[in-house]
């Protein structure tokens, strides 16, 4: 009995350093790439919006321009500016938004502070009158 | 006429000088932060989940295990599995999701060899009677 405890703590000593080996593995694969995960839980936020005028490539490009101005609110960890990516037409997919602005903050206060940073409100003054629809998605990793 | 036509297109320089001088700040900016953006475009893809037991946290935990499969496939630069945050309810906001999956790819092939995998498929066929709704999104980084 005591030898195959003996046994069983040497092959769990060996899970855990394989385990560690692979976690290692993760962690010289995430810092290889861009990405916070392996530091921390990140507050995800993403918001759509749909153009008052759909066809206006100049509306869009006022839009798009706007959205650059919030690069520079500090507590934004990381942001992409996008707009509807030509992947698969399929049931399930909305293709009908004309920009996404997603960011990454460390912590719900980050993104009140953006929300309440006048740099974010001048981009509110400036571009509202822009877009008939915004549909906002704040989701916390688990 | 001509005269102001040249008017013109001194502003339109000029505009177009501003707005490079914009970016230029926004590059610094984001060469600071932990982030692809500098390197490549990202396509963003996010898919949010309206469970079809909304109150049951066990169907929520078997989702999460769903979606944490998915972190094995290969094309999948980056990965978010999250659910609703606690962040301010503003009527732009729509909480109203239970589980959300947020990834990037480095090219729309990456997106759909990701669609078509095994794991995927099996994601997909283990949980899909899950959930009630499904709203995905696809962003191009501009």
Redesign the interface.
Known sequence: MQTHQNAEMKKQTRRTFVASAVTLGASAAASA?????KEKK???????FWLKNPDSKEDLAKL??GL??L??IET?????????????K?P????S?HA?E?MFFDS?DG??TY?DHPIHQKFIADCGHLWDK?????????
Chains 1, 2 share one sequence.
């Not at 990140?42 to 759509?48: D, G, I, Q, S, Y």
């Not at 915004?134 to 688990?142: E, H, K, N, W």
Request: aromatic fraction near 6%; glycine fraction near 2%.
């Open positions: 790439m861009p990405s916070m995960e990140v507050l995800v936020h993403h918001a759509f798009l321009a650059e101005t690069r520079k934004i960890k990381q942001i992409h500016i996008g707009v509807t990516a030509s992947t698969e399929r399930v997919v909305d293709s938004f996404s997603l719900l993104q009140k929300q915004v549909i906002v998605y704040d989701a916390m990793d688990v």
